[in-house]
């Protein structure tokens, strides 16, 4: 269903990027954040999902900026090199959000652009919501949410954490609730990655229930 394509960012650094278009005219566009493990099958997965539900979708491959055609998978050794390249990407924010910004330009044809993310793809979402010019944004367990929580989304935005998600206690998630109440913040009876089914923490209620929250959202705010 998708192709990859090029963007260019505003500082001339140019991405590769997931697109996955819709049959007939998109209701909108979602910008989709990978999470550590790069615009991998999972997260093209997800695209193509929300060009069934009838939405351009755009997967921005962001470690690009430092190592081109980054796509792991779930071993303890993946883990460990996505989590370098994620302190790569979190030593300039700024990059990150001018390549996401880029993915907003590219999916704009389509009308309104919302934008859902994934572990370190979470934390993206939250930081674009507050910065960048989204129309919806669907942030799942990101961890370093918490650390951003005096930034307030521009947009409607949701969360997903799991109640048994060992990377985010649930004080954290209570802090972002209280310091937000704006923000709608959905807790699962499931642990970190749930909405994955590529990992042994997947839990396809909880996975369901979310995607469902999260079409709600597009419906009503990109149509």
């Known amino acids: 269903m998708g192709e990859t394509i090029t963007l260019t960012a505003a500082d001339g650094h140019v991405l590769d990027a997931y697109r996955a278009e819709p049959e007939g005219d998109p209701k ?115 961890a370093g949410i918490v650390d951003l929580k005096d930034e307030t989304p521009k947009c409607p935005t949701i969360l997903h954490f799991g109640k048994y998600d060992g990377s985010i206690p649930m004080d954290d998630v209570d802090a972002i609730s209280a310091a937000h109440p704006e923000v709608t913040v959905y807790v699962y009876d499931a642990g970190h990655g749930f909405n994955c089914d590529r990992r042994d923490s997947y839990n396809e209620e909880s996975a369901r229930t979310a995607l469902k929250r999260t079409l709600g959202l597009f419906a009503g705010n990109l149509g």
């Open 28 to 142: 909108g566009a979602v910008v989709v954040i990978q999470e550590i493990f790069g615009v991998n099958v999972h997260i093209r997965d997800v695209a193509d999902r929300l060009a069934a539900e009838g939405y351009l979708a755009i997967a921005p491959a962001i470690f690009d900026r430092f190592e081109k055609g980054v796509e792991l998978g779930y071993s303890e050794d993946n883990v460990a090199l996505g989590r370098e390249y994620k302190t790569k990407a979190n030593d300039n924010l700024d990059n990150v959000m001018a390549d996401v910004r880029a993915a907003w330009e590219a999916a704009s044809e389509a009308g309104k652009v919302g934008v859902i993310g994934y572990c370190w793809g979470g934390v993206v979402v939250w930081a674009a919501a507050c910065r960048l010019d989204f129309d919806a944004a669907s942030g799942y367990y990101g």
